[in-house]
C-alpha cells in the first residue's frame, strides 16, 4: 500500500476514535443547541417637529429676527411658524425661504412708505394694501401652501370675533388682515366677512403652532405689558386696559407654549421703526439666555421617545438582556439565568 494512502488511512481511523469516546462519555448523542430568542427590532424614533409662534407688537416685531437668528446659529431646525400681526411679516418671510441674515437686511432697508397708505375716511388711518404687496413681492407671490415650511397667520373675524388661521391662500391678504390694528388699519374684507389684527385673540399664536404639527413650541412675546401706573386720561385709561386684557389672554395660550422668549423691548414705541436694530439685538440677546432650557427640554423629549420605541425585553432571553445592560437592576449587580445560576 502506497504511504500517503497509508496515511490517510490511519488519520481517519483516529479521528472515528475520537468521535465515538465523545458520544460515549456524553450519553451516545450530540448536546442539543439552545434556541436563541431574536433581537427585537426598535421602532423608528419620530424626530420632533419644532415651532416658533412669533407675537404681535408693531416695530418690536424686529426682535423676531434676532431670536430667528440666534435658533439658527445653535443648530435648531424651526420646521413650523405661526404669527400674529408683526409675527406675520416676520413669520411669512422666515417660512418663504428667507434666513435670518436675510431678513435683517430687508428690515434694515425697509422704507415705511413701502407699507404705508394713507386712507382716512375709510374706517382706518392706514389701507394696508402696499403691506399686502410688500410681504408678497418678498415671497415671491407664492401662496402659504407653497411656502417652504408649513405657516400659519392668526387674523380676527370681526363680525364674530372668532380667530381664524389662515394657511392656504393669498399671503400677503393674509398677513395684511393678520396686522390689521383696529383703528389704525382698515379692516381687510376677504369673501363676506371682515378681519382684523390676530393679537385681539391671540397675542402669541401658539396654538396655530400646534395645529401646523408642531411637538415643540417656541413662544415670541413682545407684547405690550401694563405700565404700572395710573394712565391718567381716558384715552390712556382705554389703551392700559386694552393691553391688560391682551395680557390675560395671552397668559392663557402662553402656557401650552414649551419654552417662551421675551425680548426686553418695552421701551421701544409701536411705530419706532428706527429703533430696528436695538430691537434684533434684544431678540438676539432674549434667545441666547433661554439656548440652555430649550436644549435641555428638546433632550428630554427625544430621550422619551427613544425610550418608548425601545422594544419590550422578552421573557426567554433574561441573560442576554441582562448583560446588555437593559436587566441589570431588576436581578441586581449579577445577571440571573432563571435557575438561580449567577452570570
Partial sequence: MPTRVRLLSSLATFSLTLLLAACASGGGTLPTPEPVAPKPIPAPVKPIRVGIALGGGAAKGFAH???IKMIEANGIRIDVVSGTSAGSVVGALYASGMDAFQMQKTAFGLDETQIRDVSLFSGGVVKGQKLQDYVNQLVGGRPIERMKKPFAAVSTQLETGERTVFVRGNTGQAVRASSSIPGV???????????????VVSPVPVDAARQLGADFVIAVDISTKASGKNPGSLLGTV?????????????????????????????????????????????????????????????????????????????????EACKEGRLGRLFGDKCDDGKGAKQ
Avoid: C, W
Fill in 65 to 67: 429676527i434676532g431670536v
Fill in 185 to 199: 388699519f382698515e379692516p381687510v374684507v376677504i369673501g363676506q366677512k371682515h378681519y382684523v389684527d390676530g393679537g
Fill in 239 to 319: 389703551n392700559q386696559s386694552i393691553t391688560i386684557m391682551g395680557q390675560k389672554l395671552g397668559q392663557q395660550e402662553l402656557a401650552r407654549a414649551n419654552v417662551i422668549i421675551r425680548p426686553g423691548v418695552s421701551d421701544i414705541g409701536p411705530a419706532d421703526f428706527e429703533q430696528r436694530n436695538n430691537a434684533i439685538l434684544e431678540g438676539e440677546r432674549a434667545a441666547l439666555a433661554v439656548m440652555p432650557q430649550i436644549r435641555a427640554q428638546l433632550a428630554r423629549l427625544r430621550a422619551e421617545r427613544e425610550a418608548a420605541a425601545r422594544p419590550p425585553v422578552p421573557v426567554t432571553a433574561p441573560v
